[in-house]
Nanobody
């Protein structure tokens, strides 16, 4: 079965940085073939797409995080990362990873709180 395990969240002051990780297992095809995505959901808000990376390495970002967040992948470790810099209070949310081709599967998420 497919499993996604997010980690790396925590409490950070505005302007700080965090690096999120998502380890995947149980998928059918080689990890490098999957489009990988990071989502986030704040209390009372709709889950939104934050970043995406395709198998070839091209990336896309939401306007709200562009220039501050960087998505990357390590195919040998079956892991996708989200480097988060210059964090703002509005970045506070639970962050989830997802595979486009296996979109029904979600991990437990990891909480990111940006506050003074």
């Amino acid at each position: 079965q497919v499993q996604l395990v997010e980690s790396g969240g925590g409490l950070v002051q505005p302007g700080g940085s965090l690096r999120l990780s998502c380890a995947a297992s149980g998928f059918t095809f080689t990890f490098s073939s999957y489009i990988l995505r990071w989502y986030r959901q704040a209390p009372g808000s709709q889950r939104e797409l934050v970043a995406r990376i395709i198998s070839g390495g091209s990336t896309n970002y939401a306007d709200s995080v562009k220039g501050r967040f960087t998505i990357s992948r390590d195919n040998a470790k079956n892991t996708v990362y989200l480097q988060m810099n210059s964090l703002k209070p509005e970045d506070t949310a639970v962050y989830y990873c997802n595979m486009f081709q296996l979109r029904d599967y979600w991990g437990q998420g990891t909480q990111v709180t940006v506050s003074s």
